[in-house]
Nanobody, 124 residues
Framework: EVQLVESGGGLVQPGGSLRLSCAASGFTFSTYCMGWFRQATGKKREGVAAIDFRHSTNYDDSVRGRITISRDNTKNTLYLQMTSLEPEDTAIYYC??????????????????WGQGTQVTVSS
């Protein structure tokens, strides 16, 4: 059974940084495409970043240059390093996985395995 458990969320001031982690189990992590998504209150879930099995990455324009997605296949863990955070980044952040063949798409409908999410709040 695919399990994805996010951690690392919290309250941070504008301009601050956070690193989210997603611990994966129950599947061959190194072969899957992985993504980070977020959903703010009252808004649709949107793609933030994705990474495929070759470590090719893709980012939404709103976060490009501020956020980095990475994966450690030896630890079965996905990461999202976020810097220069803005109040608009406030949302629940979800980790997602999709089996191969796949690409580093950032469309939620491409993914069929989801974590429970971790709250990120950017506020002074």
């Amino acid at each position: 059974e695919v399990q994805l458990v996010e951690s690392g969320g919290g309250l941070v001031q504008p301009g601050g940084s956070l690193r989210l982690s997603c611990a994966a189990s129950g599947f061959t992590f190194s072969t899957y495409c992985m993504g980070w998504f977020r959903q703010a209150t009252g808004k649709k879930r949107e793609g933030v970043a994705a990474i495929d099995f070759r470590h090719s990455t893709n980012y939404d324009d709103s976060v490009r240059g501020r956020i980095t997605i990475s994966r450690d296949n030896t630890k079965n863990t996905l990461y999202l390093q976020m810097t220069s955070l803005e109040p608009e980044d406030t949302a629940i952040y979800y980790c997602a996985a999709v089996s191969p063949p796949c690409h580093a798409f950032i469309f939620p409908y491409e993914y069929n395995n989801w974590g429970q999410g971790t709250q990120v709040t950017v506020s002074s």
